[in-house]
């Protein structure tokens, strides 16, 4: 096998591409600054237990897994980076107050997500801690959409959902807590005759709630027939409730789609859930929502909300960056044309010095210009090329 070959669905980022998914790690960061994120950079890998801590069957599922050789512990490659940023809100950190945090870097997994996906993602993405209020759910909401806003996506679905539901509806029936698992898998798949088939001893205020969340998808019209469906628990109150405010915020930034079956990362989250789409994407670009819990495990019961996306999947999506206009410089030691190189790189130009014996070959640079000496030999001055 040739040496040069990669594993499958991994592969080099070059230079246009490489470009594209810089600029928007840029703009996104410096945008979450704005809005008071501070940035952290957890470690690639972790030990197991800890990487695992609340992230659920799906997360370790797609976790590369290794022997640490100076403890001889289990340690995991990151294939998410909440958990790690929870752990050091929880336990580094320790503040009292609310806290904002952003991080970007890469995440790998064991399998891709789709037919085309890398199984190396670059994860951008913001959380907040410390507040257990609809404010702080609102602002993620927001900031995702932002980021899409920054990237030029103008055209947006917002897809809502809320794992409070389910858990309102089943509390008070054993035989279904006893079943949430299968329960989540029927609902996600929107199996209508396994949920009969499970459901057929449960209580029939619960069964009938249960059956009909499959149904209750489409715009925000939907809280209101579900309102009518549902029993009026008020577990169920409060999720249609947080699930309004959250519509109406994003109208007129989005288009809004509500899905009350849509449970993909019910075994994370733990209240409103969203994800995000554009044109050109059949899959989620981003996903957040709210996950109280993760924070227990180190030491500290915080309340967190927060949204990732895949700068990678997002940049392949755009267009390529039109070439960068630059100067081209002979190359040389000549004091007086180093302080000319140096004075223009100052200033913003990229100036490329051509290597003796070589032309400049590059993807991301046009030379329009080039630096010559003038007639009279005591200065550089810049020449506009055809």
Request: glycine residues 8%; charged residues 25%; hydrophobic residues 45%.
């Given at each position: 096998?040739?040496?040069?070959?990669l594993p499958e669905?991994?592969?080099?980022?070059?230079?246009?591409?490489?470009?594209?998914?810089?600029?928007?790690?840029?703009?996104?960061?410096?945008?979450?600054?704005?809005?008071?994120y501070?940035?952290?950079?957890?470690?690639?890998?972790?030990y197991?237990e800890?990487?695992?801590?609340?992230?659920?069957?799906d997360?370790?599922?797609?976790?590369?897994?290794?022997?640490?050789?100076?403890?001889?512990?289990?340690?995991?490659?990151r294939?998410?980076?909440?958990?790690?940023?929870?752990?050091?809100?929880?336990?580094?950190?320790?503040?009292?107050?609310?806290t904002r945090l952003?991080?970007?870097?890469?995440?790998?997994?064991t399998?891709?997500?789709?037919l085309?996906a890398?199984?190396?993602?670059?994860?951008?993405?913001?959380?907040i801690?410390g507040?257990?209020?609809?404010?702080?759910d609102?602002e993620i909401?927001?900031l995702?959409?932002a980021?899409?806003?920054?990237?030029?996506?103008?055209?947006?679905?917002?897809?809502l959902?809320?794992?409070?539901?389910?858990r309102?509806?089943?509390?008070?029936?054993?035989?279904?807590?006893r079943?949430e698992?299968?329960?989540y898998?029927l609902?996600?798949?929107?199996?209508?005759?396994?949920?009969r088939?499970l459901?057929?001893s449960y209580?029939?205020?619960?069964?009938?709630a249960?059956?009909?969340l499959p149904?209750?998808?489409?715009d925000?019209?939907v809280l209101?027939?579900?309102?009518?469906?549902?029993p009026?628990?008020?577990?169920?109150?409060?999720?249609?409730a947080e699930?309004?405010?959250?519509?109406g915020?994003?109208?007129?930034?989005?288009e809004?789609?509500?899905?009350?079956a849509?449970?993909?990362g019910?075994?994370?989250?733990s209240?409103?859930?969203f994800?995000?789409y554009?044109?050109?994407l059949?899959?989620?670009?981003?996903?957040?929502?709210?996950y109280?819990?993760v924070?227990?495990?180190?030491g500290?019961?915080?309340?967190?909300?927060?949204?990732s996306?895949?700068?990678?999947?997002?940049?392949?999506?755009?267009?390529?960056?039109?070439?960068?206009?630059s100067?081209?410089?002979?190359?040389?030691?000549?004091?007086?044309?180093?302080e000319?190189?140096?004075?223009?790189?100052k200033?913003g130009?990229?100036?490329?010095?051509s290597?003796?014996?070589?032309?400049?070959e590059q993807?991301?640079?046009?030379?329009?210009?080039?630096?010559v000496?003038?007639?009279?030999g005591s200065s550089?001055?810049?020449?506009n090329?055809?």
């Open positions: 096998m040739p040496n040069w070959l669905n991994i592969a080099d980022v070059l230079p246009s591409e490489a470009r594209k998914i810089e600029e928007l790690r840029r703009l996104m960061l410096d945008n979450f600054r704005l809005y008071g501070e940035l952290v950079m957890p470690p690639l890998l972790e197991l800890s990487l695992m801590t609340g992230a659920g069957k997360t370790d599922l797609r976790t590369f897994k290794l022997v640490d050789q100076l403890s001889g512990r289990m340690l995991g490659l294939a998410d980076m909440t958990t790690q940023v929870a752990r050091i809100d929880a336990h580094l950190l320790n503040r009292a107050t609310v952003c991080y970007a870097g890469s995440v790998l997994h399998r891709p997500s789709g085309h890398t199984r190396e993602p670059l994860q951008i993405g913001a959380e801690y507040h257990a209020g609809l404010e702080a609102a909401q927001e995702a959409l980021s899409l806003a920054l990237a030029g996506f103008d055209s947006v679905r917002l897809d959902s809320h794992v409070g539901l389910l309102a509806i089943i509390a008070q029936d054993a035989a279904a807590v079943d698992a299968a329960l898998t609902l996600r798949a929107k199996d209508a005759p396994g949920l088939a459901t057929a209580d029939a205020v619960t069964r009938d249960l059956l009909a149904n209750l998808y489409g925000i019209d209101a027939r579900a309102r009518e469906v549902l009026p628990l008020p577990g169920v109150l409060k999720a249609l699930l309004a405010a959250l519509a915020s994003a109208l007129g930034r989005a809004v789609a509500i899905d009350l849509d449970l993909r019910y075994q994370y989250e209240g409103a859930m994800a995000l554009v044109p050109g059949p899959n989620a670009v981003a996903r957040g929502g709210r109280d819990h924070g227990e495990a180190f500290r019961a915080r309340p967190a909300t927060g949204f996306l895949d700068l990678r999947e997002l940049a392949r999506l755009l267009p390529t960056a039109e070439r960068k206009h100067i081209r410089a002979p190359w040389g030691s000549a004091p007086e044309l180093k000319k190189i140096a004075e223009l790189r200033a130009e990229v100036v490329i010095q290597m003796p014996g070589h032309s400049n993807d991301e640079f046009e030379c329009d210009r080039v630096l000496l003038a007639d009279n550089w001055i810049l020449k090329l055809g």
